[in-house]
């Protein structure tokens, strides 16, 4: 099983196409235990940096400094936002013509996710994995749904930017509350 790991993990990171186009029938388990290790991997290093100041955790919430609440919430929180991202940008990639299923929109999101995952938790470059995760995210799009990368490329983009737009939105609209209470205090 380890091996498999770290060939794909070799695969994604060497030849995405063709990595991407091995795994069109591969099984649920072997895609959730591959998310399951990059997860693990992920949390300890994000936990890591947290202990030793690089990413510190927030004051606010009581227990936040602790180990195992800082990993805790670093799996339980990739394991629902990865939920409800696949779920939404399968939203999108369908409307733009992907008709492979959702679960071609979770492999995707979990292999493309490979370079962010090992190596986005590095201060200062990580979002250089989160780009190149993006890119392959495109890829993989277009070759498990078989669309083309301008409609694969589309659907990533409105799936990550209109629920920014939202939280600007929202932001500004708090903001403004806010100043209004402000004021009238």
Request: aromatic fraction near 14%; hydrophobic fraction near 60%.
């Amino acid at each position: 099983m380890i091996d498999s790991i770290i060939a794909k993990i070799k695969g994604i990171l060497l030849d995405p196409v063709e990595t991407f186009l091995q795994s069109k029938d591969e099984e649920p388990k072997a895609v959730l235990t591959y998310y399951a290790v990059l997860v693990i991997i992920n949390s300890v290093f994000y936990t890591i940096m947290s202990i030793v100041g690089l990413n510190p955790p927030s004051d606010t919430i009581p227990g936040s400094g602790n180990i195992f609440f800082i990993f805790g919430f670093a799996v339980f929180s990739s394991l629902i936002l990865a939920v409800l991202f696949v779920a939404w940008l399968h939203v999108w990639v369908y409307i733009l013509g992907g008709r492979k299923g959702i679960f071609q929109t979770a492999k995707t999101f979990v292999y493309a996710g490979t370079p962010y995952f090992l190596l986005g938790w590095l201060p200062y470059i990580g979002f250089i994995f989160l780009i190149w995760s993006f890119i392959l995210s495109v890829l993989g799009i277009r070759d498990l749904h078989e669309i083309s990368i301008a409609r694969a490329g589309v659907a990533l983009a409105i799936a990550i930017v209109v629920p920014i737009v939202l939280l600007v939105i929202l932001a500004i609209v708090l903001f403004a509350s806010y100043m209004a209470l402000v004021n009238i205090a």
